[in-house]
């Protein structure tokens, strides 16, 4: 079975003294959690803070993106051996903000989920149809090009290792949550189109977590989904009380 994984997306929020405010109630508030692995993503001017509150705690360090290359003549950029030396695990590759605003496609979140696999970084992959796409009924042809893009070239083994977030662009900060049916729908999609792409190893094990508006009110219902693994959650992670609340809820699908 699939251990669940829950991750919160800070985005540009919080300074540095908030986000160690704010960690410091997770990690109080979740020790006893123990069969749903918990991610935080804060603004990486936060990251070494976060995590010397994170040290021996049940709670994981994720940065909200990464460059391809080492090093090197790319002012402002942040690479992979940089997030690993300062003891990140997770990084979030392809958020649909970044291929809104930072003209992020495909081909780079390719790039960026090799340079993650090789320094041993845990690629949390975005993929989503914003809402022109489902009215037009392409979700499906959105969501396989959006992984056959981001996955090119990886092996069964390298799969194996990458989580993919299904985020319908529509529901993210906008109160709109997918139905747990729509949700399922698509994650049953992109569980059998790893089938096509590498084999039902590889699909059994590869985790899936929803995104978008996800709240304590439902997050419990999303997580009994077959193919739902977790969540990847935006908004809602950015108070103590309502992050700890989605988590605690989806425990009980874990029972
Ligand atoms: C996100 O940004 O990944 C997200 C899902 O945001 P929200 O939960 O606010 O919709």
Same mark, same amino acid.
């Given at each position: 079975? /699939?251990? !669940?994984?829950?991750?919160? =997306?800070?985005?540009?929020?919080?300074?540095?003294?908030?986000a160690?405010?704010?960690?410091?109630?997770?990690?109080?508030?979740?020790?006893?959690?123990?069969?749903?692995?918990?991610?935080v993503?804060?603004?990486?001017?936060?990251?070494?803070?976060?995590?010397?509150?994170?040290?021996?705690?049940?709670?994981?360090?994720?940065?909200?993106?990464?460059?391809?290359?080492?090093?090197?003549?790319?002012?402002?950029?942040?690479?992979?051996?940089?997030?690993?030396?300062?003891?990140?695990?997770?990084?979030?590759?392809? *958020?649909?903000? /970044?291929?809104?605003?930072?003209?992020?496609?495909?081909?780079?979140?390719n790039? /960026?989920?090799?340079?993650? !696999?090789? *320094?041993?970084?845990?690629?949390?992959?975005?993929?989503? @149809?914003?809402?022109?796409?489902?009215?037009? =009924?392409?979700?499906?042809?959105?969501?396989?090009?959006?992984?056959?893009?981001?996955?090119?070239?990886?092996?069964?083994?390298?799969? @194996?290792?990458?989580?993919?977030?299904? @985020?319908?662009?529509?529901?993210?900060?906008?109160?709109?949550?997918?139905?747990?049916?729509?949700?399922?729908?698509?994650?049953?999609?992109?569980?059998?189109?790893?089938?096509?792409?590498?084999?039902?190893?590889?699909?059994?094990?590869?985790?899936?977590?929803?995104?978008?508006?996800?709240?304590?009110e439902?997050?419990?219902?999303?997580?009994?989904?077959?193919?739902?693994?977790?969540? !990847?959650?935006?908004?809602?992670?950015?108070?103590?009380?309502?992050?700890?609340?989605?988590i605690? =809820?989806?425990?009980?699908?874990?029972?």
């Amino acid at each position: 079975m /699939r251990k !669940l994984i829950i991750a919160g =997306n800070w985005k540009l929020n919080k300074t540095t003294k908030e986000a160690v405010e704010l960690v410091t109630l997770l990690k109080r508030g979740l020790s006893d959690v123990t069969d749903i692995d918990i991610v935080v993503c804060p603004v990486a001017t936060a990251l070494t803070d976060v995590r010397d509150v994170l040290i021996e705690s049940n709670i994981g360090l994720g940065a909200q993106n990464v460059f391809w290359e080492d090093s090197g003549a790319y002012t402002g950029e942040i690479s992979a051996p940089l997030l690993k030396e300062i003891g990140v695990q997770y990084v979030i590759i392809g *958020h649909s903000e /970044r291929r809104q605003y930072f003209g992020e496609t495909d081909e780079t979140v390719n790039k /960026r989920v090799k340079a993650a !696999l090789t *320094h041993g970084l845990t690629s949390i992959v975005c993929v989503g @149809e914003i809402l022109k796409e489902r009215e037009a =009924n392409k979700t499906f042809n959105v969501i396989k090009k959006q992984c056959e893009g981001a996955f090119s070239d990886l092996t069964a083994e390298e799969m @194996e290792k990458i989580i993919i977030a299904y @985020e319908p662009v529509w529901a993210i900060g906008t109160g709109k949550t997918a139905t747990p049916a729509q949700a399922q729908e698509v994650h049953k999609y992109i569980r059998d189109l790893l089938t096509e792409l590498y084999d039902e190893n590889v699909a059994q094990t590869v985790r899936i977590q929803y995104g978008g508006s996800v709240k304590p009110e439902n997050s419990a219902e999303l997580m009994s989904q077959p193919d739902i693994d977790g969540a !990847l959650v935006g908004g809602a992670s950015l108070k103590a009380e309502a992050f700890i609340d989605i988590i605690k =809820n989806s425990c009980s699908v874990t029972q």
